[in-house]
Structures are given as structure tokens and as C-alpha cells.
């Protein structure tokens, strides 16, 4: 778990605003970063992901940005709403296929 | 299209006893892979089987084995139960071959070791 650090531990935001959760790897071995979404009483389920070729991607609301020299990844929500109310994992992917998933950020939007 | 069922939902089992965990793969999928996840905490790769074999193992003792049967379905077996093996198990099904392997998740099953 020390490869991959997450943070903030937890977020509230209001129903419109920004929300940034980061993330820190260490092994250069990663070679995908995907982010899952978690509610209570589910499994993780896949968000969105990024290869390291690309800087940015976005899907929607949702977008990762990726540093690769920085060994970073985020994702930001955009006009977050309380439906993204939830856990968010990071979970980057090595050749092993793999995932090696991060403490969680537990996201809270408020109405 | 039935996604990832898993079996029991939850579990109360004592010290020192052992317990099976099933997992039925998304249709189409051929790859299982078992995750702990403690409470509060990201999941754990415990180990992936393919085509009947434990094909990768991540850093779990041998208390923790599995089966993946003919119908790709799968069992995960916890010998000699600590209370730290208390935690939401997760199972998750993938096509091998595809790419990165996306892994649908079943929704646990929560075992607490008294």
C-alpha cells in the first residue's frame, strides 16, 4: 500500500464546486492509472482511467490529469454533485495486471 | 447481462475456524482475482486464478487458498481465522487478453472473525 499515497483523506464540497483527489506513486513499473468509485455496500467500479502518454483526459465531469516526471495523478470533478457523494480510490496498474489501490478519499457533497 | 455475484453477503465465523467464499464471474469473463478490503482502508490483492490456476499471489500467508472451477466461478478458503481477517472480501472478473484486463468488482462478502 506504501507504493501508492492518496490524498486528502476525505473532501466535502458544495453541490457545484471543484473536487481534487491526488495521488503519489513510486513504482515506475505503473503503466496505467485508473481511478474506481466506491458507494456503500458496492464494490469499487471503474471510473476512469489514463495512460502515461497522455497528460489529461476527461470524460464528462470527470477528469485526470497525469504528471509523469512528478510521479502524480488526479482527479477532479467538476460541478460535483451529492450523487458523487462516495469513496474514491486510485489504483495504478503494473504489466502484472494488478491493481494496487490507494487508502481512499471519502468524498462528501453537500446539497 | 448478471454482473459479479459473490456469496454469502456477510459472515460470522470464531477464531481459529475456517470459511469458503464463492464468486460468480461477469458472463464472458474467464479471469478471478479475491481483494481484502479492511474497513476504512483500499483493497488488497490477495490472488488471481486463470484457467484453474493460482496465477499471481500478492503477500497473504497460506491460510488464504482458492479453486477456480470449470465454469470459471471461484472459492476463496481462510484457514485458522485471526481476528485481523475480518474485512470486506472482494472478487472481481476479467476478460483475459482485453485491455488492461478491466476488472468488474462483485459487491463482498463481509466476514467478521469473534
Known amino acids: 500500500q506504501q507504493q501508492v499515497k492518496q490524498s486528502p483523506q476525505s473532501l466535502i464540497v458544495q453541490k457545484g464546486g471543484i473536487s481534487i483527489i491526488n495521488c503519489a506513486y513510486e513504482?515506475?513499473?505503473?503503466?496505467?492509472f485508473p481511478w474506481y468509485q466506491q458507494f456503500p455496500g458496492k464494490g469499487p467500479a471503474l471510473l476512469i482511467a489514463?495512460?502515461?502518454?497522455?497528460s489529461e483526459k476527461k470524460e464528462g465531469r470527470f477528469t485526470i490529469s497525469f504528471n509523469k516526471s512528478a510521479k502524480q495523478f488526479s482527479l477532479h470533478i467538476m460541478d460535483s454533485q451529492p450523487g458523487d457523494s462516495a469513496t474514491y480510490f486510485c489504483?495504478?496498474?503494473?504489466?502484472?495486471?494488478?491493481?494496487?489501490f490507494g487508502s481512499g478519499t471519502q468524498l462528501t457533497v453537500l446539497p | 447481462d448478471a454482473g459479479v455475484t459473490q456469496s454469502p453477503t456477510h459472515l460470522i465465523k470464531t477464531r481459529g475456524q475456517q470459511v469458503t467464499l464463492r464468486c460468480s464471474p461477469k458472463?464472458?469473463?474467464?479471469?478471478v482475482s479475491w481483494y481484502q478490503q479492511a474497513l476504512g482502508q483500499g483493497p488488497q490483492f490477495i490472488f488471481q486464478?486463470?484457467?484453474?490456476?493460482?496465477?499471481q499471489r500478492g503477500n497473504f500467508p497460506d491460510r488464504f487458498s482458492g479453486h477456480q472451477f470449470p465454469n470459471y466461478s471461484s472459492e476463496l478458503n481462510v484457514n485458522a481465522l485471526l481476528l485481523g481477517d475480518s474485512a470486506l472480501y472482494l472478487c472481481?472478473?476479467?476478460?483475459?487478453?482485453?485491455?488492461?484486463?478491466?476488472?468488474?468488482f462483485g459487491p463482498g462478502t463481509r466476514l467478521t472473525v469473534l
Open positions: 472481481a472478473s476479467s476478460l483475459r487478453g482485453t485491455f488492461y484486463n478491466e476488472q468488474f
Open positions: 513504482n515506475t513499473a505503473f503503466d496505467y
Open positions: 489514463i495512460r502515461p502518454d497522455v
Open positions: 489504483a495504478p496498474i503494473s504489466s502484472a495486471r494488478q491493481l494496487t
Open positions: 458472463s464472458g469473463h474467464d479471469t
Open positions: 486464478y486463470y484457467e484453474e490456476e493460482e496465477r
